[in-house]
């Protein structure tokens, strides 16, 4: 049992559909676990946290959130270590970028003791949820919207924190194509690009499609002023292996969302002595070191997939492939400590998971 010093009210289901799910075929984001959190913030205060039956949520027409975007979350995973304890990978730093979103949105925040208890309650409750194979995950995915029920542009009085958990299997995605995107704009100075709300999504759906339509999976997003710097991809952070070592854009900007998978891969590389640097990166160093052969290695960094290859960048005219018999070797041996980590076969030396 956890000791928990926020007070959580518990309504169970009467009948668990744990037993209902295919394990061998879980699609990302698709099956829900019996229960959820709901916490509403009323009367200038977060009221009693409630974990209860997975369903529908009841909403006003005027609801602010849907008209005018007040909207955060988070994204995080639970997984197994061997048949044992259930493990948490860094949560307190989602409960802190959750709190730096609800800020920079203006709403309020939640404490973070009290976010990783509530995050733990929940796991606990729907542990039988947490898939047992090795590399498979609950996926945890916390929010909170504004929850005013009239029409006019203010921060709401009222929200809703929630928080549901998915099963997820193995995000095994095959490498994926990019475009150096130089006209459409993900984030700008100023903005709200290193916030997670819910408008940053929307708003790149339309270039993105764009890029469907040449053949790339993901844009390659670069500086809203010069298009001159890389920044990330949008749901990755973005690291390049050039001459033998790891670059990624420095988080020296609100541009870019500061990813905790990015900043764990910054962490094991410093561990396993795998030269990295953290700095600006312009679009004609990487396309220079495309174009001499001297990218050996890109992906993307985040919680869904962890590490994603990249087999192509597209600049303009010109599309870049990374050698097929490139070994990779670098983002290998960090993908695979990171595994480890998570499912507890190799010491936690950074101190990182969190026990439910
Ligand atoms: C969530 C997200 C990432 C990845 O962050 P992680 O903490 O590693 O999951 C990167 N970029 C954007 C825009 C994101 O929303």
Redesign the pocket.
């Known amino acids: 049992m956890i000791n928990n010093k926020i007070a959580i009210k518990v309504n169970r289901v009467s009948q668990s559909r744990v037993k209902e799910i295919d394990w061998e075929n879980l699609s990302f984001g698709r099956e829900f676990s019996d229960h959820m959190l709901e916490m509403n913030f009323e009367n200038g205060k977060w009221q009693t946290p409630e974990i209860k039956p997975f369903g529908e949520l009841k909403m006003h027409p005027a609801m602010s959130a849907i008209h005018y975007g007040q909207s955060i979350f988070?994204?995080?995973k639970a997984s197994r270590s061997g048949d044992k304890e259930i493990l948490l990978f860094r949560p307190d730093?989602?409960a802190e970028?959750f709190r730096e979103s609800s800020e920079r949105m203006c709403m309020p925040t939640i404490a973070i003791d009290d976010f990783v208890d509530m995050i733990r309650k929940l796991v606990e409750i729907d542990s039988e949820w947490v898939p047992k194979a090795n590399g498979y995950s609950l996926y945890i995915r916390p929010f909170l919207f504004a929850t005013d029920e009239f029409i006019g542009i203010k921060p709401s009085n009222n929200y809703k924190f929630l928080i549901f958990t998915c099963p997820v299997g193995v995000y095994y995605s095959e490498p994926v194509n990019v475009k150096i995107e130089e006209f459409y704009t993900?984030a700008s100075l100023g903005g709200v690009?290193g916030a997670?709300t819910a408008g940053?999504?929307a708003a790149s759906l339309y270039p993105a499609k764009k890029g469907n339509e040449q053949g790339f999976d993901q844009l390659l997003w670069t500086d809203g002023i010069e298009h001159k710097y890389i920044e990330?991809?949008?749901?990755?952070?973005i690291v390049f292996e050039i001459d033998g070592k790891l670059i990624t854009p420095a988080e020296d900007t609100d541009t870019?969302?500061?990813?905790?998978?990015?900043?764990?891969v910054v962490e094991v590389a410093g561990h396993l002595n795998i030269p990295m640097e953290e700095r600006k990166i312009t679009v004609e160093e990487v396309v220079t070191a495309l174009r001499e052969g001297r990218v050996t290695d890109a992906f993307g960094?985040?919680?869904?997939a962890t590490i994603a290859p990249i087999a192509k960048i597209g600049f303009r005219d010109e599309l870049f492939e990374i050698p097929k018999d490139s070994p990779r070797a670098s983002s290998s041996e960090i993908r695979q400590f990171l595994q480890d980590v998570k499912d507890g076969t190799i010491e936690d030396i950074f101190n990182w998971m969190v026990k439910v």
């Open positions: 988070e994204g995080m730093m989602n970028r993900r690009g997670k940053n999504y990330e991809s949008g749901t990755m952070n870019i969302l500061k990813g905790i998978t990015k900043r764990s960094a985040g919680t869904a």
